[in-house]
Every structure is written in C-alpha cells, then in structure tokens.
C-alpha cells in the first residue's frame, strides 16, 4: 500500500465551525506532514510529525491545530477559520524520521477547504 | 520560504514534443527533487537528484544538476497529453525542510 489518504475530499465551512481533516498512510513512514496550497501556488509548509511527535510548526495560527494519534494518522483540527484559509490542504508522508532524511514525499490528494 | 525559481512560469507544446523547464535556487542544497501535480490532485515525486550527481534520468525524464550555477533542468522527451501539469522543483534547505519552486504549468496539444 503506497498510498496517503485524505479525507474529506472538499469541505465547507463557516467561520465558527469546528471540523477535522483526516489524513492516513499505513508504508511504515515516521514523519508526516501538513501542506497549504492556494491556487497557483506552490506548496507550504505547516506542519511537521517526526516519531509522532511535533518536530516543525511554520509559525502557524492556533486556529490551525495538528494531531498525531499514531504512527499512521494526522490530523488538522480547525476552528474559527477565515475565508483567506480557503486552500487546498495536502497531506504527505516520508520514510525516515524528520532528520533522517530529505527523501521523498508521498503526497495525499488534498482536501479542499472552501471557508465562508 | 520559497527557495526555488522556475522558468518558465507556462509551457505550451505539440504532442510528441520535447519540454523543458528549469529551476533555480539560492543556497546549498543535499538534493533537489522535481514532482508533478495535475490540477487539483496531490503532488506525485518523479526524480531525486543528489548534490554530488550530475545527471538522471527516470523514463522520458532527464533531470540535470549544475551546483555551481545553483540550477536544474527538468525536461521531458516525446510528451504526450497526460503530461499535461504543474512541475515543481523542490530543495532541502540546511534544515531539512523542503521548499517548493513556483513551479512551470505545462499545456501538451494534441
């Protein structure tokens, strides 16, 4: 299985909504990550889970909140979002822990967040 | 931040045509990746290329490396229309954090 699934594939949401992304991958990867992508644009870094744990937070708002229940899922709580978080919202995974290696990532196909 | 550059920003070719596209970056890198996105999917990696090598090839991809020019050329041979894509390049800053260029959109005509 070389797969990394997101869900919900499109989601909409007003401003006092709390809602969840889910994202899974079961290849034994030890770091994931979470992406921002507005149209466009190129991908940018959130967040990043090495061993589970917290290892790089791209100074992002605490409305924007990662889990990590376990080695195989990620999640990205949201609450009191604005419409500029409106973006495509990617998941991806890598072999080695955060330092262990630059490698490759294994992306999800997104989630695509509409905030009204 | 955004390390790499790309050029060009767009790409139009004919089926069964050559593209090309490069990317430039800013510091020192251990390796330099390309992916491609299809509108609105995910990203999927296509090549790795390590500091210390020059050339790769992967298929109908040749992806060179020139760390003295701090620069990367992606080019696809004989495209065809599922090609048609974002191409990103990626670096690893020192930190290990990768930074994605602004990436090339390319248009293949059939």
């Known amino acids: 299985d070389t797969e990394v699934t997101q869900t919900p594939k499109h989601l909409v949401m007003g401003m006092t909504n709390k809602k969840s992304l889910k994202c899974e991958q079961h290849?034994?990867?030890?770091?994931m990550y979470w992406y921002k992508q507005k149209a466009k644009k190129p991908p940018e870094l959130m967040f990043v889970?090495?061993?589970?744990?917290?290892?790089i937070n791209e100074s992002v708002p605490s409305r924007f909140s990662p889990e990590c229940p376990n080695s195989s899922l990620l999640n990205l709580h949201l609450h009191a979002l604005q419409p500029e978080d409106s973006a495509l919202y990617l998941c991806?995974?890598?072999?080695?822990?955060?330092?262990?290696?630059?490698?490759?990532?294994?992306f999800g196909e997104g989630s695509r967040l509409t905030v009204l | 931040s955004q390390q790499g550059e790309e050029d060009p920003q767009a790409l139009s070719i004919q089926e069964g045509e050559n593209a090309t596209m490069n990317c430039s970056y800013k510091?020192?890198?251990?390796?330099l990746q390309w992916y491609r996105q299809n509108s609105g999917r995910g990203l999927v990696h296509l090549i790795l290329?390590?500091?210390?090598?020059r050339e790769k090839h992967s298929g109908r991809l040749r992806v060179t490396l020139d760390t003295s020019k701090k620069s990367s050329s992606l080019l696809i041979t004989a495209s065809r229309a599922a090609d048609t894509a974002s191409y990103f390049c990626?670096?690893?800053?020192?930190?290990?954090?990768?930074?994605f260029g602004a990436g090339t959109t390319v248009t293949v005509r059939a």
């Open positions: 991806a995974s890598s072999q080695g822990g955060w330092a262990d290696n630059t490698g490759e990532l294994f």
């Open positions: 290849m034994g990867h030890r770091a």
């Open positions: 889970y090495s061993y589970e744990k917290l290892s």
């Open positions: 510091t020192s890198i251990n390796n």
């Open positions: 290329i390590r500091s210390n090598e």
């Open positions: 990626a670096t690893d800053l020192n930190d290990y954090k990768l930074s």
